[in-house]
Every structure is written in structure tokens, then in C-alpha cells.
């Protein structure tokens, strides 16, 4: 059993709530112009099976324009955007392994069901919302408390 | 003209997704770790987004269709089943372990840190094995039943 990483962080409301608000921002112009929910599963998986989805193009500019977000904060305060990592290399890749499994089965993720989904009052989102919200918080209960202690 | 207006939206997200903290795992972990290191910035960036999101769309779908697009394209499906609830609970393992979620992932791919690019790889395998499982079940399933009638 590797060593337990544990990084505090700040509480940052007005940040946090900046950025929530431009997430749903970006939500609602992606309805009004394209008319589809805004879920990274869904562009993931489209970009990299671009034979089945012909409208691949869209997906990949939005994707280019998720990945160029951290570089314009980069520009503007001097400052790279914190990724801070406590888990290790193993887990990183049992965590994506099964966040890519369980975003297929569950047709998506915080991002399209979370805020998209919720946001409709989709039942089906609120559902699948409060499950991984629930399992999540169990999960990080377990690995810091139970198998950390 | 559909293309930067996309890439635009994507960078929206991608820069709320950096300044709300989403894109940090330790802070993401934190916010589940209630009875540790607990921060809860993350229920401003919920709370921001998803009201963002219900007042934009109440706006935006009392068009007839979007701007770009000749229809909305909106997830239809009722059904709350195990398949939705049991990915949905796979994927808070899985971000439990990690501590990114899909949308928080994609954004961070832009800091260039490895960590970020480990997790994405492994997400992209499990997208694709539960494609593959999913896959072979649906030939399978459409074998048996030619096979009755």
C-alpha cells in the first residue's frame, strides 16, 4: 500500500463560483447555437470515433477550445491553473479505467448529467448525479479514513 | 463561422473549468472529504453552473430551434435502469480513486502535465472496452433472437 497524499486547499467561493458560471455559460451557448448538451464523455468518445459520428468537426473544436482554456488563464494572470495530483500513477490510471468504463455505461458524466441533466431537471441525471456523487464521496471516505488510517 | 463560434464556447468551459478549480484533483478530493481536509468551493461551482444552466435553457428552448443547427437535439430517454445507475456508480469509484472527472480532465490536458495525459489514456481504454463489451452483447443478443424466430 503506497503512502496516502493528502494536499489541503484553500476555500475559494467567488473563484469557484466565477467558474461555475462561465461552465453554465458555455452549457447554454452550446444549446443556442448547435442545440446539443454540453458533455465531455460524449465529445471524448465522438472525437476519437470519428467514422460513426459525422459531425465530428464541432466536437473537435470545442475540444480545442476546452484544451486552449488553461493557456489563456496562463496568459492573463501570469499563472498555470493548479493540478495538484495526491494520487499516485497506478491509481491515476485504475481511477481513468474505470471513469471511462462507467461514463460509457452510465451515458455520462459531472459535465453533461451534472450540469446539463440537472439543469433540464432530467430525472435520469438527477439519478445518475446523486449515485456518483454518493459513490464518490464513499470512495475517498475509504481510501483516506479506512485504508489510510 | 460554426467552427470558432464552437471553439469559442469550448474555451469558455475550458477556462471556467480552470478558474473553478475542476480541473485540480486535490481540490476536487477535498471537497468530498468531509471529514478530513474538507473544502467545499466545488458546491459554488455546481450551484453557479447548474443556475446558469436552468435560467439559459428556459430562455434558449422557447425558440423553435437553435441558431446554427435546424432542431435541438435533447436526450430523450426516461428510463432510470441499472445500467445508468451502476455506470454512474463505476464512475464515482473511479473518480474517488483519481480525483478527475472527464470535464475536468480535458481542460487540464492544456497545463501539459503528465498526470493529466496518464489519466485521459486510461480513460480513453475504458470508453473503448466498454464499447467492445457493449458491442459484443448487442451481436449477441440480436444472434439468439434471430435464432427463436
Same mark, same amino acid.
Given at each position: 500500500?503506497?503512502?496516502l497524499?493528502v494536499?489541503?486547499?484553500?476555500f475559494?467561493?467567488?473563484q469557484s463560483?466565477a467558474?461555475?458560471v462561465?461552465i453554465?455559460?458555455?452549457?447554454?451557448?452550446? +444549446?443556442?447555437?448547435l442545440?446539443?448538451?454540453?458533455g465531455?464523455t460524449?465529445?471524448?468518445?465522438?472525437?476519437?470515433?470519428?467514422?460513426?459520428?459525422?459531425?465530428?468537426?464541432?466536437?473537435?473544436?470545442l475540444?480545442?477550445? +476546452?484544451?486552449?482554456?488553461?493557456?489563456?488563464?496562463?496568459?492573463v494572470?501570469?499563472?498555470?491553473p493548479?493540478?495538484?495530483?495526491?494520487?499516485s500513477?497506478?491509481m491515476?490510471?485504475?481511477?481513468g479505467?474505470?471513469?471511462?468504463?462507467?461514463?460509457?455505461y452510465?451515458?455520462?458524466?459531472?459535465?453533461?448529467?451534472?450540469v446539463c441533466?440537472?439543469?433540464?431537471?432530467?430525472?435520469?441525471?438527477?439519478?445518475?448525479?446523486a449515485?456518483?456523487? !454518493?459513490?464518490?464521496?464513499?470512495?475517498?471516505?475509504?481510501?483516506?479514513?479506512?485504508?489510510g488510517? | 463561422?460554426?467552427?470558432?463560434?464552437?471553439?469559442?464556447?469550448?474555451?469558455?468551459?475550458?477556462?471556467?473549468?480552470?478558474?473553478?478549480?475542476m480541473?485540480?484533483? %486535490?481540490?476536487?478530493?477535498?471537497?468530498?472529504?468531509v471529514?478530513g481536509?474538507?473544502?467545499p468551493?466545488? @458546491?459554488?461551482?455546481?450551484?453557479?453552473?447548474?443556475?446558469? %444552466?436552468?435560467?439559459?435553457?428556459?430562455?434558449?428552448?422557447?425558440?423553435?430551434?437553435? @441558431?446554427?443547427?435546424?432542431?435541438?437535439?435533447?436526450?430523450?430517454?426516461?428510463?432510470?435502469?441499472a445500467?445508468?445507475?451502476?455506470?454512474?456508480?463505476?464512475f464515482?469509484?473511479?473518480?474517488?480513486?483519481?480525483?478527475?472527472?472527464?470535464?475536468?480532465?480535458?481542460?487540464?490536458l492544456?497545463?501539459?502535465? @503528465?498526470?493529466?495525459?496518464?489519466?485521459?489514456?486510461?480513460?480513453?481504454?475504458g470508453?473503448?472496452?466498454?464499447k467492445?463489451?457493449?458491442a !459484443?452483447?448487442?451481436?449477441?443478443?440480436?444472434?439468439?433472437?434471430?435464432?427463436?424466430?
Open positions: 500500500m503506497p503512502e497524499t494536499i489541503e486547499t484553500l475559494t467561493p467567488w463560483l467558474g461555475g462561465l453554465g455559460l458555455a452549457s447554454v451557448l452550446l +444549446m443556442l447555437t442545440g446539443r448538451v454540453m465531455a460524449g465529445v471524448l468518445a465522438s472525437v476519437l470515433t470519428p467514422s460513426a459520428h459525422p459531425d465530428v468537426c464541432w466536437r473537435l473544436a475540444l480545442a477550445g +476546452m484544451i486552449s482554456g488553461p493557456l489563456i488563464v496562463l496568459a494572470t501570469g499563472q498555470m493548479a493540478v495538484e495530483v495526491p494520487a500513477m497506478p491515476l490510471l485504475a481511477g479505467l474505470l471513469v471511462g468504463i462507467g461514463v460509457t452510465g451515458s455520462g458524466c459531472t459535465s453533461g448529467h451534472g441533466g440537472m439543469a433540464r431537471l432530467s430525472r435520469r441525471s438527477i439519478a445518475a448525479t449515485t456518483f456523487m !454518493l459513490t464518490t464521496g464513499l470512495t475517498v471516505f475509504v481510501i483516506r479514513h479506512v485504508l488510517a | 463561422m460554426r467552427l470558432v463560434s464552437t471553439y469559442l464556447i469550448g474555451l469558455i468551459f475550458g477556462i471556467g473549468i480552470a478558474v473553478s478549480g480541473a485540480n484533483p %486535490a481540490k476536487v478530493l477535498n471537497f468530498f472529504d471529514a481536509t474538507w473544502d468551493s466545488l @458546491i459554488f461551482v455546481m450551484g453557479g453552473a447548474v443556475t446558469v %444552466a436552468f435560467i439559459g435553457y428556459r430562455i434558449v428552448l422557447r425558440r423553435p430551434a437553435p @441558431i446554427i443547427d435546424a432542431k435541438f437535439h435533447l436526450p430523450d430517454n426516461p428510463r432510470i435502469d445500467r445508468l445507475l451502476g455506470g454512474s456508480a463505476l464515482g469509484v473511479g473518480w474517488g480513486i483519481a480525483g478527475f472527472c472527464p470535464g475536468g480532465a480535458l481542460p487540464a492544456g497545463t501539459g502535465r @503528465i498526470e493529466v495525459f496518464a489519466f485521459v489514456a486510461a480513460l480513453i481504454v470508453i473503448f472496452s466498454a467492445g463489451v457493449m !459484443l452483447t448487442h451481436a449477441r443478443a440480436a444472434r439468439l433472437l434471430r435464432r427463436e424466430t
